[in-house]
């Protein structure tokens, strides 16, 4: 278990503030958020390459904040690999078992099997300057992996790659944790790559831990405009709460003259500004004939399609009701994300006019303005 309490470091005009979390044996943790947010600067303190002005870390109960990186077992990939450029494969990976004096033939076999288990055997006897991106990263976790750390610490470990060599990278770690159960911290500012990995993640803003808790609650249940804004939801919207009814748990929003209802939540008051937000999937389209769903009939608005875009396997649709007057400069109201067969399917090209319905309990409301 790794565990982070009151931890704070101060560089200048950068500050690490109040850190606090825990990783739980075995568990894959993503430490998530845009470049800038000190990710880099938290792990290098948990490896033991910074030393936190005020704080404590644990590994497995243990206090270390004082203790050296070599005494940490803990299994590090930096940002950009760090291989020795003058030393081959074979002696970049084995460089931690020479330290700890194993013997050739057990360095032999351990290499080897760590090679094998990641296909970079018959990369052994190169030099890192002749290899790939993705033959460097393998390596570098290679060298991670042999000595057989207790945790993992990964620093953007497919930052540089192209999508598919990524894509096919998470698989082999997907099967790697699930083989050894590797508690481990991995960095990256990819929502992809996040949800892909991540059993837990943590939300790193400026140097402040805006969410934590499982993949689901922090993509689907965002706590603060400044998550739902990293992780690229498009549809956030500003208004007012008009009325409360704590019976049928809901509130209604005043916004740009339409109401909206949404899921009541207690911090909130008659009259509060706020921003709310609902994802582009939670937005449906009404098909004429079929009966709308009970989730749908509070949040029902009739407009036109005004453009589109194809990502192949979905389309984004640019929504806006009608007789709604754009605001910042946007034509649209909402986004709307379908699946590519439901746009060929229902022709929602350019100027088609529809109707649309707000899931309430999908409608997430952040604090006051």
């Keep these: 278990m790794i565990k982070v309490e009151n931890f704070c470091l101060n560089l200048g005009n950068f500050k690490l503030k109040n850190i606090n979390f825990s990783v739980e044996d075995g568990q894959y943790c993503i430490l998530l958020g845009p470049s800038g947010a000190g990710k880099t600067l938290l792990m290098e303190c948990i490896v033991g390459l910074r030393k936190p002005d005020r704080g404590r870390i644990f590994l497995n109960g243990r206090e270390v904040t004082d203790i050296p990186p070599e005494e940490r077992n803990i299994g590090y990939l930096p940002q950009d690999y760090a291989l020795f450029p003058f030393m081959n494969v074979y002696r970049n990976i084995s460089f931690g078992l020479r330290l700890r004096k194993f013997t050739a033939d057990e360095i032999k076999t351990d290499v080897e099997d760590v090679a094998d288990s990641l296909n970079i055997k018959h990369l052994l006897y190169r030099l890192p300057s002749t290899l790939s991106?993705?033959?460097?990263?393998?390596?570098?976790?290679?060298?991670?992996?042999?000595?057989?750390?207790?945790?993992?610490?990964?620093?953007?470990?497919?930052?540089?790659?192209?999508?598919?060599?990524?894509?096919?990278?998470?698989?082999?770690?997907?099967?790697?944790?699930?083989?050894?159960?590797?508690?481990?911290?991995?960095?990256?500012?990819?929502?992809?790559?996040?949800?892909?990995?991540?059993?837990?993640?943590?939300?790193?803003?400026?140097?402040?831990?805006?969410?934590?808790?499982?993949?689901?609650?922090?993509?689907y249940h965002c706590n603060s405009f400044e998550v739902a804004s990293f992780?690229?939801?498009?549809?956030?919207?500003?208004?007012?709460?008009?009325?409360?009814?704590?019976?049928?748990?809901?509130?209604?929003?005043r916004w740009k003259g339409y109401t909206i209802t949404a899921r009541f939540k207690e911090e909130f008051a008659e009259g509060s500004k706020i921003r709310f937000c609902i994802r582009p999937q939670e937005i449906k389209i009404i098909r004429e004939g079929r009966p709308i769903k009970e989730e749908l009939r509070d949040n029902l608005f009739r407009g036109r399609i005004v453009d589109s875009i194809s990502h192949g396997a979905t389309y984004t649709l640019y929504f806006r009701i009608f007789n709604s007057l754009p605001i910042y400069g946007s034509e649209h109201d909402f986004e709307i994300i379908v699946p590519a067969y439901t746009y060929l399917k229902l022709n929602l090209q350019r100027g088609k006019e529809i109707m649309v319905g707000l899931r309430k309990k999908a409608i997430q409301v952040f604090k006051e303005i």
């Design 231 to 253: 992780l690229g939801i498009s549809n956030i919207l500003y208004g007012r709460i008009i009325s409360i009814n704590r019976k049928e748990d809901n509130i209604k929003i």
């Design 133 to 219: 991106g993705g033959e460097k990263q393998r390596v570098a976790l290679a060298r991670a992996f042999i000595i057989n750390p207790y945790f993992l610490l990964l620093d953007e470990p497919y930052c540089s790659l192209d999508a598919n060599l990524k894509r096919n990278l998470w698989l082999q770690m997907l099967r790697f944790h699930r083989r050894t159960n590797k508690t481990t911290v991995h960095i990256t500012h990819d929502l992809e790559e996040a949800f892909t990995l991540g059993e837990k993640v943590i939300v790193l803003i400026n140097g402040y831990i805006e969410q934590s808790g499982s993949r689901e609650d922090v993509f």
